[in-house]
């Protein structure tokens, strides 16, 4: 069998759990709840007793388990000390340390959720075979990763990545703020939530007609889904939308100059007319390069983060 | 004496040369005419010379020189190869190779100015102790230079840390271009050309009596000493540029998070009324984190890059 490396993607409902032979191919997946009880304390016992079983079932000796990474959902020190990871009620936790204890003293290595999950696309994904990579995720928020150089830049206060909150209306109409407390932040326009937004707002604003009239609860999927179909008021949107986005990663670019930006999360099922409109307002904001970054779609899914943990302990070994 | 490292920092006009000791400490240094001519075929083998005919002043032996490192004002790949040098006219040259050759084969490290200037900060100024740097040049433009993990992040086409080209007011007023062709650039806004023309405008918009209306040609430094001496219409245009820079710098934060950001430049000579301002708006911009990152001035001066390009070859041989 050779080595085998077990990654870990801890979330607040249930925690998904992989193992990888050295040359990226998964043995096996599966996923197990996460229990919030007693402020989490069994979080880590439950990860460790299920990797054992697993591996026995899957017949790998414990001493083939050459390490694990463990994603989870907030900010961790490098030493994979956590302070406080709000959505499962953990406070002042060790996970990394905690879990290598558990099995036997191997090798763990812990990192934050969308840093872990941007590693997992340029491993195995969408940013296969580039070393310096932006992950952006489009889902109910706009979560982010940086890649450079093959490591992730988790930043000196665990604030790498989060591209979500840079603020990129600076005049916001709504009064509602962000879940930051910020107003106009990239989350709020970009994100599944966001589009949904900006296509009431857009709907409110004028008499257009349009098919997104007729949804109770307008959703991204309506719009790009009437967007493609060539709903006119639905385009605006959706180019409106886009714009900013591009906004925020041409910044990105003039900051680390990634070779590639991988656009994932349910956001990103629109596809290439998704990534024809961010290349569209990009573009004529990279001037100083002829060659822009590379735009690809995540193709991992709810995968990338055991990849991406598994891959994160595999380097650390190096 | 010991390992002796060469820092070179060419320019348009003159080449900044150094030499140093292990330790930090500089033995001399010195400065060159850039000869131009000839498409700038005399530029490295000047350098070279230079060089050898300072060890021996020094009494240096030759042999104890362990490499060299050089900036140069445009992009330059990792390999050391310069497609072109707008300002000196080079094209299609390797000085790195070039001045191994040229200095016996010792290991020759090559970089771009800005980023080489950051690591010298990073390294014995303004920066010193952290290892997640970016320094910011307010200058005639705004250049950067980002270091992480105490290495230089030059991007995948040499655009990283190109800050002064984030566009920063979309909705720019004025006719006149940024130099990079767009409109709204932060170098139109907080180079010290750019806080001169801001305060034209501010004049041109207001009726409000100023010592600068005195002024026949506005300078960056006359809208800080004014505003420091409490000139409400000065002090409007410090705020307000430095609102634009801070908005950029939050920005840099939520992509990578350094520790600390390093202003140096013209600009910074305006000292710690100047970091004061742009506290003032960037920490309400940082909402996840209670720490902010740290600012400070630059302490180098016109020695950054001699520093910087003899940190860069003795870190590619450690």
């Known amino acids: 069998m050779g080595k085998v490396y077990a990654g870990v993607d801890l979330g607040g409902t249930t925690a998904k759990l992989g193992l990888f032979k050295e040359d990226a191919s998964l ?3 599966w996923e197990i709840p996460t229990r919030k009880e007693d402020g989490g304390k069994h979080v880590t016992p439950d990860i460790a007793d299920s990797i054992k079983k697993h591996m026995e079932e899957a017949g790998i000796a414990m001493e083939d388990l050459a390490g694990a990474g463990i994603g ?15 959505n499962i009620g953990m406070r002042d936790w060790n996970p990394v340390k905690e879990l290598s204890e558990l099995l036997g003293g191997i090798p763990v290595k812990g990192g934050n959720d969308a840093n872990v999950a941007a590693l997992g696309e340029m491993w195995q994904g969408g940013g296969k ?32 990545g989060e591209i979500g909150h840079m603020v990129m209306d ?60 060539g709903d006119e008021l639905a385009e ?49 904001l990279i001037v100083l390069t002829k060659e822009k970054a590379k735009l690809a779609l995540a193709t991992l899914g709810n995968d990338a983060g055991i990849y991406g943990a598994a891959k994160m302990v595999m380097d650390s070994l190096e």
């Open 27 to 29: 043995i096996r997946k």
């Open 72 to 86: 989870v959902p907030g900010p961790i020190r490098p030493d994979g000390y956590v302070e406080v990871i709000v």
């Open 129 to 160: 075979g580039y070393r310096d990579v932006v992950a952006v995720t489009l889902g109910t928020g706009v979560g982010g990763g940086v890649i450079l150089d093959g490591r992730i830049v988790a930043g000196s206060k665990g604030m790498g």
């Open 170 to 229: 600076w005049n916001w109409p709504e009064p509602e703020a962000c879940n930051c407390g910020n107003y106009g932040c990239l989350e709020q326009i970009a994100s599944a939530t966001g589009i949904a937004r900006i296509a009431r707002r857009f709907m409110k604003e004028s008499d257009k007609p349009s098919v997104l009239r007729e949804k109770e609860n307008v959703t991204a999927k309506d719009v790009f889904d009437a967007a493609k179909a």
């Open 236 to 284: 605006e949107v959706a180019d409106y939308c886009m714009l900013y986005l591009a906004r925020a990663l041409a910044y990105i670019s003039q900051v680390i100059d990634p070779e590639i930006f991988v656009i994932g999360g349910g956001v990103s099922k629109a596809g290439q007319y998704l990534l024809d409109l961010i290349r569209k307002h990009y573009d004529p």
